[in-house]
């Protein structure tokens, strides 16, 4: 027989030699499974994923806001500054709260871009351990910052650093800046721009670190999504 012949013939024995090789898998696989000792009927559960460790929800959260956290929380400075009716406030008086300090200005676009939502965020957390406190930097003090916390009915805390010596001690670079202080007194995060601050992830974000401070204390309900 010629050589070309023999791979002729080869080829079309091919589909056969294929098929007896998967016969004899299976008779394998049905031998080892009658060989194998039974374990008796499958239990059907419900499988769940381990839930994720607090910490890695908080860093996703943090992450979707685009919220900056150290590698090791420090202090956040101490600063007295007066309000708009002229009553001095001090920022260690909010430990033991979550404190969202932010760095405004009337003249500031983005800021009255997320005053709304940080108003929004106040009143739903504002009946918990959460404290949100607006610095303004504007020079001309009460004068402007007034109109502007009335024009758009804002209730949270407004203080006034018309110096700028609170914002450089924060090292401020650009409006808005908020800052996030655990109710320890340290710097847990910082962002540099205007947020949705009612937000889903926001609002979760909050609600989490919340229940750092008190465990046992559940969200508010307007707080979820």
């Known amino acids: 027989m010629k050589p070309f012949d023999q791979v002729a013939q080869t080829r079309s024995q091919l589909p056969l ?12 696989v049905m031998l080892w499974e009658y060989l194998s000792p039974s374990s008796g009927p499958a239990e059907i559960t419900q499988v769940r994923e381990p839930s994720a460790a607090p910490s890695t929800e908080l860093d996703a959260l943090f992450a979707a806001l685009g919220i900056r956290r150290p590698a090791e929380p420090s202090e956040a400075p101490d600063f007295t500054l007066t309000d708009l009716e002229g009553r001095p406030a001090q920022l260690r008086e909010f430990r033991g709260k979550l404190v969202l ?14 005053m709304p939502s940080m108003e929004r965020l106040y009143q739903t ?4 351990d959460f404290v949100l406190v607006a610095v303004s930097m504007d ?3 009460v ?7 009335e024009h758009l009915k804002l209730t949270f805390p407004v203080l006034l650093d018309r ?5 450089h001690q924060y090292g401020v670079r650009g409006l808005p800046t908020s800052y996030l202080i655990d109710s320890d007194g340290r710097l847990i995060g910082a962002v540099i721009g205007a947020r949705e601050w009612y937000r889903t992830e926001a609002k979760v974000l909050i609600a989490g670190l919340l229940r750092q401070i ?6 508010p309900a307007q707080a979820l999504p």
């Not at 300090?101 to 997320?114: D, G, I, M, R, V």
């Not at 008190?214 to 969200?219: G, I, L, S, V």
Request: aromatic share 10%.
């Open 143 to 149: 004068e402007v910052a007034r109109s502007f916390v």
């Open 139 to 141: 020079r001309q003090g």
């Open 125 to 128: 957390f504002k009946q918990t």
């Open 214 to 219: 008190t465990p046992t204390a559940a969200p």
């Open 17 to 28: 030699i294929v098929a007896i090789l998967g016969l004899i898998a299976v008779a394998a």
């Open 163 to 167: 110096t700028s010596e609170v914002g």
């Open 101 to 114: 300090l932010n760095f405004w200005a009337t003249w500031c676009a983005p800021c009255l871009q997320e």
